[in-house]
């Protein structure tokens, strides 16, 4: 079992940053794939930002590559998403997510039915 705590979100202006802090607790290991994951009122959930535990490899959406950078402090068993450069666009409740299997993180990370523990969310807005 794994638990997922988020916090970090809020509201901010277009151009402004937050930074979103995910802490896991349970049974951690290594090598783990675990990522961000957004939705927004009316659609469907995306996959933003992910990272290879293991590695710290990192992988992004294209809508967000160059603003957002995801890291980790595997001391901590916590995952951070810096969020900068934010715009209107980026307004959704975000979820951390994990993934036992750090194995194909790069091509697991976009699919939300990879993932089998989240967090309980937390929300962004970005005013214009």
């Known amino acids: 079992q794994v638990q997922l705590v988020e916090s970090g979100g809020g509201s901010v202006q277009a151009g402004g940053s937050l930074r979103l802090t995910c802490a896991a607790s349970?049974?951690?290991?290594?090598?783990?794939?675990m990522g961000w994951f957004r939705q927004a009122p009316g659609k469907e959930r995306e996959g933003v930002a992910a990272i290879d535990t293991g590695d710290g490899s990192g992988y992004y959406a294209d809508s967000v590559k160059g603003r957002f950078a995801i890291s980790l402090d595997n001391a901590k068993n916590t995952v951070y998403l810096q969020m900068n450069s934010l715009i209107p666009e980026d307004t959704a409740t975000y979820y951390c997510?994990?993934?036992?299997?750090?194995?194909?993180?790069?091509?697991?990370?976009?699919?939300?039915?990879?993932?089998?523990?989240w967090g309980q969310g937390t929300q962004v807005t970005v005013s214009s």
């Open positions: 997510a994990f993934r036992y299997s750090g194995r194909n993180c790069y091509i697991a990370w976009r699919r939300s039915s990879e993932f089998g523990y």
């Open positions: 349970g049974y951690i290991y290594s090598s783990h794939c």
